[in-house]
């Protein structure tokens, strides 16, 4: 079982940056592959960063040279650090595992998943 949990979220100006931070419970979270995801208000759950359990990342083309996704596992922690955030970045964002590491795009790939966090970018 893995627990996690988000922080960071909050209301920043367009081009301002926040960070996400999600912390994991558990002793094999290194084996985990990692997600971000994030769901605007009467939209579907989209995939935003994925990181493999070896580093590797993918990030969607909207987000790309803006958010980066890392991975600190002695902390059992991902991050999301977006900067020039624009007002269409506004969502929940959640944090998600994958036993298998696939770096799946998709919701299903992922059995575990934390509450989630606000952002809002404000024009």
């Known amino acids: 079982q893995v627990q996690l949990v988000e922080s960071g979220g909050g209301l920043v100006q367009a081009g301002g940056s926040l960070r996400l931070s999600c912390t994991a419970s558990?002793?094999?979270?290194?084996?985990?592959?990692m997600a971000w995801f994030r769901q605007a208000p009467g939209k579907e759950r989209d995939i935003v960063a994925a990181?493999?359990?070896?580093?590797?990342?993918y990030h969607v083309d909207s987000v790309k040279g803006r958010f980066t996704m890392s991975r600190d596992n002695a902390k059992n922690a991902v991050y999301l650090q977006m900067n020039s955030l624009k007002p269409e970045d506004t969502a929940v964002y959640y944090c998600?595992?994958?036993?298998?590491?696939?770096?799946?795009?998709?919701?299903?790939?992922?059995?575990?998943w934390g509450q989630g966090t606000q952002v809002t970018v404000s024009s």
């Open positions: 998600a595992a994958d036993r298998q590491s696939r770096m799946a795009g998709v919701v299903s790939a992922y059995e575990y």
């Open positions: 558990g002793r094999t979270f290194s084996s985990y592959g």
């Open positions: 990181i493999s359990r070896s580093g590797g990342t």
